[in-house]
T-cell receptor
Framework: SQTIHQWPATLVQPVGSPLSLECTVE??????LYWYRQAAGRGLQLLFY??????ISSEVPQNLSASRPQDRQFILSSKKLLLSDSGFYLC?????????????FGPGTRLTVT | EDKVVQSPLSLVVHEGDTVTLNCSYEVTNFRSLLWYKQEKKAPTFLFMLTSSGIEKKSGRLSSILDKKELFSILNITATQTGDSAVYLC???????????FGQGTRLTINP
């Protein structure tokens, strides 16, 4: 069965510091991968998605970036965090072979920028 | 711009009540609509609806899609305190392989 991991689970970082969040998927090959952010009391905002190694689509211009160095690894980064980057970051995957594209979410990282 | 709107944003009911959550959408190229339940952390998948008028059911939860009027409802009967969660509706855009989420409905079930 497929599992998705994210780490760290929680993170407190000062403004201006760098960020690296990691997501890995097990039990599937060539998944679509997604990064979402959820602000307190809000829905999910799609940040990036990837349909393959090195292929990244950005949905919202901001100071974040994403990379996919391996088939089942997705990384969210920032060189300098802003206060507005605080939120709950969720990674998700979907199968490319089923044709249905429902997405399954990781446990999330709660980021507080101080 | 693709948009998904859920209502109500918040709902408080007593255990045993039946609730109906609403989701309406305006998107350029609809493929399917998904419902998720989010308790403390990751959303968990409930239903995917692609065709109008066909009810999907899982235990006390059911959902139906109306592609003519561009909305879906999620029903929960005989609610229990464990149903307390944020319920998220999302639309899958044809060809884009991405979901557009609504803002969610926070459901609280009081004993």
């Amino acid at each position: 069965s497929q599992t998705i991991h994210q780490w760290p689970a929680t993170l407190v970082q000062p403004v201006g510091s760098p960020l690296s969040l990691e997501c890995t998927v097990e039990g599937t090959s060539n998944p679509n991968l997604y990064w979402y952010r959820q602000a307190a009391g809000r829905g999910l905002q799609l940040l990036f998605y990837s349909v393959g190694i090195g292929q990244i689509s950005s949905e919202v211009p901001q100071n974040l970036s994403a990379s996919r160095p391996q088939d089942r690894q997705f990384i969210l980064s920032s060189k300098k965090l802003l206060l507005s980057d605080s939120g709950f970051y969720l990674c998700a995957w979907s199968a490319t072979t089923s044709g249905t594209y429902e997405q399954y979410f990781g446990p999330g990282t709660r980021l507080t920028v101080t | 711009e693709d948009k998904v709107v859920q209502s109500p944003l918040s709902l408080v009911v007593h255990e045993g009540d039946t609730v109906t959550l609403n989701c309406s959408y305006e998107v350029t190229n609809f493929r399917s609509l998904l419902w998720y339940k989010q308790e403390k952390k990751a959303p968990t998948f409930l239903f995917m609806l692609t065709s109008s008028g066909i009810e999907k059911k899982s235990g006390r939860l059911s959902s139906i899609l109306d592609k003519k009027e561009l909305f879906s409802i999620l029903n929960i009967t005989a609610t229990q305190t464990g149903d307390s969660a944020v319920y998220l509706c999302a639309v899958l855009i044809q060809g884009a392989q991405k979901l557009v989420f609504g803002q969610g409905t926070r459901l609280t079930i009081n004993p």
